[in-house]
Structures are given as C-alpha cells and as structure tokens.
C-alpha cells in the first residue's frame, strides 16, 4: 500500500521519468525513480541544507538551532561513550549519529500528506543494518584478532556443539531483526494512514494514527541506534 | 513488498555518502564548538581557582597586617599606659610627700602652740590659784 499522493513522484512523472506504480520498479531508472529512494535522496538533503543553514556561524553563545544539534549531538555522544567508552565513541560516532538522525527524519517524513517513509522499504533498513552487521564484525576482528570467535563457542568446550549454532543463528538474526523490526514498524504505520486517509481522510481519521507515529518514529529510531550501540559494544568486549 | 533490488547497494552508499556530509556540516563543527567551550570553561575554571587563591592570600596578607598593628598598638597602649600609671604614682607621691610634710609642720606648730599656752598657764598657775582662793575665801592671802 503506497500514500495516495506522493508529491516527489508526481513531481517525477511530469518531468517524463519513469515511476513505478507498483512496490518494485524493473528497469534500473524506475529503481532509482522509487519514491523510497526519492524520498531518501529528499530526506538528504533536508539533513544537509538544515545542518548547514542552522550551523552557518557557530558561536560560544548558542542560537536556537546550534542550541538544538548541541543538544541532540552533545547528547548523543554522551550516551554513546557511557556505552561504548569514549575511544569507540570518537571513532564510529558519525555512523551511529547518522543512523539515528536519518532514521527519525525518515520515519518521521512519512507523517506529512504526501511524503513517504524511506524506512517504510526493506531496501532501505536492510542497507542500515547491513552496514552496522558488517562493521560490528570488523570491531570485533580488528580487536581480538582471530580470537574472536570465542564470542561464538560459549564459555566451555564441551558446549560448543550447542553454542556454537546457537549463536550463529543469534548473530544472524540481528540482520533480521534489525532491519525488519524497523521496516514492519513504520510500512505498517504508512499502510494504516494510507488507508485512513483513503477511508475517512476529510474526518481527521488518521490524526491518532500519526499522534502514535510520531511516538513510533522516534522510538524505533531510538531501537535501532541501541541495538548498534549494544551490538558495537559486545564485539569489542572480551568474550566469556 | 519485501524485494531486495540494486537499490539496497545504493541506499549503502547513499548513508555513506550521508554520513560523510553530516561529519563535514554537522558533527565536526558541533563537537569542536562543544570541546572549545568545555575547554574555555576549564580555563575560567583555573582562572577562578587563580583569583579565589589571590584573594585568600590577600585576605591572610591583610589578617597579618592587622593583627601586627593590633599588636603594635596594643603594646602602644600598654606602654603609655604604664607611662601615664607611672607619672600619676609619681604626682601621688609628691603630692603625699607634701601633704605629709604640710601635715607634720602643722602638727608641729600645734604642738608649740599647746607647749606654749602650757608654759603660760602653768606660769600663771599661781596667780590664778590665788585670785580663785581669795575669791572663795572672800579675802586676800
């Protein structure tokens, strides 16, 4: 179920390029024509102008929006190193800062009539969480060596015919979790306005809807930045 | 729904790319803002520390200060007072010594006052014993 009107997609159509209509597009520019992808590149550039418009001269005594990414950054930065410790925190904080922000503005987006969710496509949360997949391996290649495949075999030997698929399967599912918990949350959030706008829009049926939209939006933004925050963590952890 | 195409590749690069911009706009300057700040303030704070130190030694320069010229003028005090104590035991004395003598030649004088009056009585003594017998007798001896 797609919004009954997306503006970047209409805006697309006139211009002559080609949109999909339906949830997949099968030439490489209707891919690319997508309204996750358009609206992803939207949500882009929105971070980057406001970033740079809010950011454009710093100042010892903050304005309102240097005082607002202080905030959001500063505190995201904190909570990052009480978790991760202040070496981990320097080295993968843009990554993670950037998950959380792109991720709530993303989710958040979907809210407005006529935008879409670029969270709302697996494409999208799939490609956060192979990102942080890959990299929490890395860590934990980078920081016990070959070594860190005691993180796989459990704390004896002779359990490691247990452990040892257990937590194969465990690592691998945070692929899926990751990724669908996300992509489940906010396209089932994007179905149901869809349909309340379709069904009753003119009587204000969606407006509970996206009152938990917002809560939703935010906390899985919320979900997902713990998740890599507590996945970076124990791969840099020795194993038991 | 769930179909994984080439988009997934560029939604990687797409957060790569996005994750670079936001360090170059967003993270760098605000963190940088955030240290220098906390930095500032870890300076005033030793300028604070610095300024709180002077005055105390200031406070215990003056405190010294003070308690020497407490001390100078209580030794001031103590010898004028012993001074002053010292001329007044003087100025008694004198005054004592005086009155005494003023006294003892008074007493003196007195003294040769009575001998004399004594001696005159006693030298008329018999003249007056007469008169008193003649008068009581009613005739001459």
């Known amino acids: ?240 | 729904m769930i179909t994984m195409d080439i988009t997934l590749l560029i939604q990687i690069v797409n957060m790569v790319i996005l994750m670079f911009l936001l360090n170059g706009v967003l993270y760098k300057p605000v963190k940088k803002i955030l240290k220098d700040r906390a930095e500032r303030q870890q300076g005033m704070q030793g300028e604070i520390a610095k300024f709180e130190k002077n005055a105390r030694l200031r406070q215990q320069e003056v405190d010294e200060k003070m308690a020497k010229a407490s001390g100078k003028a209580k030794a001031a005090l103590d010898s004028t007072r012993a001074e002053a104590q010292a001329a007044g035991d003087q100025r008694l004395g004198a005054i004592k010594a005086e009155a005494e003598e003023g006294k003892n030649r008074q007493l003196a004088e007195i003294k040769a006052q009575i001998d004399s009056a004594r001696a005159g009585l006693k030298a008329n003594l018999d003249g007056f014993a007469n008169d008193m017998a003649s008068k009581i007798l009613g005739r001459s001896l």
């Not at chain 1, 970047?8 to 949109?19: A, D, H, N, W």
């Not at chain 1, 904190?78 to 990554?95: L, S």
């Not at chain 1, 956060?128 to 070959?146: A, E, K, P």
Request: with cysteine; glycine share 8%; hydrophobic share 55%.
């Open chain 1, 1 to 240: 179920m797609e919004h009954p009107i997306l503006f970047i997609s209409i805006i697309l159509e006139k211009l002559g390029l080609p949109v999909p209509h339906g949830p997949v597009g099968h030439t490489i520019l209707e891919q690319l024509c997508a309204p996750y992808m358009t609206y992803t590149w939207l949500v882009m550039a929105f971070l980057f102008v406001v970033s740079k418009l809010t950011l454009g001269n710093l100042e010892m005594i903050p304005g309102k929006g240097q005082n607002f990414w202080e905030i959001v950054v500063g505190g995201m930065d904190e909570f990052f190193a009480d978790n991760m410790g202040r070496e981990m925190t320097d080295k993968f904080f843009p990554m993670i800062a950037t998950f959380g922000i792109y991720i709530a503005v993303a989710n958040l987006i979907g809210l407005i009539p006529g935008f879409m969710s670029p969270t709302a496509s697996i494409n999208t949360t799939l490609a956060l969480t192979i990102i942080v997949w890959v990299t929490h391996h890395v860590i934990g290649f980078s920081t016990h060596g070959i070594g860190y495949y005691k993180h796989f075999i459990g704390p004896m030997w002779w359990l490691i015919p247990l452990m040892l698929p257990i937590e194969l399967i465990s690592n691998f599912a945070r692929l899926l979790s990751l990724s669908i918990r996300l992509f489940g949350n906010i396209m089932a959030k994007e179905t149901l306005l869809g349909i309340l706008f379709m069904l009753a829009g003119a009587f204000f049926a969606p407006l509970p809807i996206m009152i938990l939209g917002v809560l939703v939006s935010l906390v899985q933004a919320m979900v997902f930045v713990l998740l890599t925050v507590v996945y970076f963590g124990q791969a840099k952890e020795h194993a038991h």
